[in-house]
């Protein structure tokens, strides 16, 4: 995807990381040359478990428009249960693509007209010491997998500055790990 205005929403629950996520892919399009960043958070009840959506636009120029994504190019999924609560592929463009949380393969989901990129980052996340349920890391590495907007390097520079607190070196490789494991359907 070499586009110049690349819309991306995020879906994933409370405490899934769905915001940090949005933010550290935000800090590296900066760092590789996109001069205009948004990230429009929404929450519905703001309680762990519910609901997360998160809007982050990335274009060459400057951006003026801070409302919500009807449209996004990009659509990434931290929990495959979200597929059967809500319709997370709601306005996605024909050619897009759909990043999923799940253990299944991407054959397995029936989606026409974009590319769908899956991999098992609960599991990942777990095999290299992350904190149960955080899958923030990890869905980075299937989201560059999916759509080489940005390096997985420099993703995972800004994922060691952004969590350097909270296990740093084991986010980092969570996102490289997924990111060596997600499979990638053709656009059907």
């Given amino acids: 995807m070499k586009e110049e205005?690349?819309?991306?929403?995020?879906?994933?629950?409370?405490?899934?990381?769905?915001?940090?996520?949005?933010?550290?892919?935000?800090?590296?399009?900066?760092?590789?040359?996109?001069?205009?960043?948004?990230?429009?958070?929404?929450?519905?009840?703001?309680?762990?478990?519910?609901?997360?959506?998160?809007?982050?636009?990335?274009?060459?120029?400057?951006?003026?428009?801070?409302?919500?994504?009807?449209?996004?190019?990009?659509?990434?999924?931290l929990d495959h249960l979200l597929l059967d609560d809500i319709n997370v592929t709601e306005g996605l463009k024909e050619g897009g693509i759909l990043v999923i949380n799940t253990p299944r393969s991407p054959h397995d989901y029936k989606y026409s007209g974009v590319k769908v990129a899956t991999a098992d980052v609960t599991a990942i996340a777990g095999e290299v010491g992350v904190t149960y349920g955080l899958v923030?890391?990890?869905?980075?590495?299937?989201?560059?997998?999916?759509?080489?907007?940005?390096?997985?390097?420099?993703?995972?520079?800004?994922?060691?500055?952004?969590?350097?607190?909270?296990?740093?070196?084991?986010?980092?490789q969570a996102a490289t790990i997924t990111y060596e494991r997600t499979i990638c359907s053709e656009v059907d």
Avoid: C
Avoid at 44 to 63: D, Y
Avoid at 147 to 172: C, M, Y
């Fill in 5 to 77: 205005n690349i819309e991306i929403r995020w879906h994933g629950r409370g405490g899934q990381g769905t915001i940090t996520a949005a933010r550290i892919v935000a800090k590296a399009a900066l760092r590789v040359g996109y001069t205009g960043v948004v990230m429009i958070p929404s929450f519905g009840t703001e309680r762990r478990g519910a609901p997360v959506l998160t809007s982050l636009k990335i274009s060459r120029e400057k951006i003026y428009d801070l409302s919500e994504i009807e449209y996004p190019d990009i659509v990434v999924v």
């Fill in 136 to 172: 923030s890391s990890g869905i980075i590495g299937a989201f560059a997998r999916a759509s080489s907007l940005v390096g997985i390097h420099i993703l995972t520079d800004v994922i060691k500055e952004e969590l350097k607190e909270r296990r740093p070196e084991e986010n980092a």
